[in-house]
T-cell receptor
Framework: AQKITQTQPGMFVQEKEAVTLDCTYDTSDQSYGLFWYKQPSSGEMIFLIYQGSYDEQNATEGRYSLNFQKARKSANLVISASQLGDSAMYFCAMILSGTYKYIFGTGTRLKVLA | NAGVMQNPRHLVRRRGQEARLRCSPMKGHSHVYWYRQLPEEGLKFMVYLQKENIIDESGMPKERFSAEFPKEGPSILRIQQVVRGDSAAYFC?????????????FGPGTRLTVL
């Protein structure tokens, strides 16, 4: 069965430092997409970054990068130069080719310390 | 460039009442998805709709829940005879097409509280 696992329920990082949020996935499909979303305390879901299973290069969007290791089935999110506004819940999600259902992990709550 | 809009943002209902949640997709998007987020959990897929069609409702509870996306107007998620266990955040997302790799953009969610 397809599954997303986020093993870190909570993380702390000092302002201006980098942080890695872990995500592993389980699927036997070869074609899929991986996403990260940010959910601040206000509750909305903000799209951060996308990685396709056939993309050879790791995705980057500003301070966000996705460390995609296909053989390990991991898609970790790296946030560089953390800011106080990065404090939020972060969700990893997967979608399989030919489907439209996102499968979400349980999330990691990140707290950036001043 | 308006994003996905949901209203109300917060909804309080007593047990047995009906809850009606609305979602207007992003301009140009004709694919709508509803997800439910229970406290301290990730989002769970409920239903996928295109205009006037339900494509997949496999994540919807069999009773009391229904969804529609009419030709004109927003998508509606309706919960009849609400119970305390329905208390959750309900998110709507929309996309330009319905395939994998097509990013779904989420609305701000509706937080339903059942007293």
């Amino acid at each position: 069965a397809q599954k997303i696992t986020q093993t870190q329920p909570g993380m702390f990082v000092q302002e201006k430092e980098a942080v890695t949020l872990d995500c592993t996935y389980d699927t036997s499909d070869q074609s899929y997409g991986l996403f990260w979303y940010k959910q601040p305390s206000s509750g909305e879901m903000i799209f951060l970054i996308y990685q396709g299973s056939y993309d050879e290069q790791n995705a980057t969007e500003g301070r966000y990068s996705l460390n995609f290791q296909k053989a390990r089935k991991s898609a970790n999110l790296v946030i560089s130069a953390s800011q106080l506004g990065d404090s939020a819940m972060y969700f990893c999600a997967m979608i399989l080719s030919g489907t439209y259902k996102y499968i979400f992990g349980t999330g990691t709550r990140l707290k950036v310390l001043a | 460039n308006a994003g996905v809009m949901q209203n109300p943002r917060h909804l309080v209902r007593r047990r047995g009442q009906e809850a009606r949640l609305r979602c207007s997709p992003m301009k140009g998007h004709s694919h709508v998805y509803w997800y439910r987020q229970l406290p301290e959990e990730g989002l769970k897929f409920m239903v996928y709709l295109q205009k006037e069609n339900i494509i997949d409702e496999s994540g919807m509870p069999k009773e009391r829940f229904s969804a529609e996306f009419p030709k004109e107007g927003p998508s509606i998620l309706r919960i009849q005879q609400v119970v305390r266990g329905d208390s959750a955040a309900y998110f709507c997302a929309s996309s330009n097409s319905g395939g994998a790799g097509d990013t779904q953009y989420f609305g701000p969610g509706t937080r339903l509280t059942v007293l």
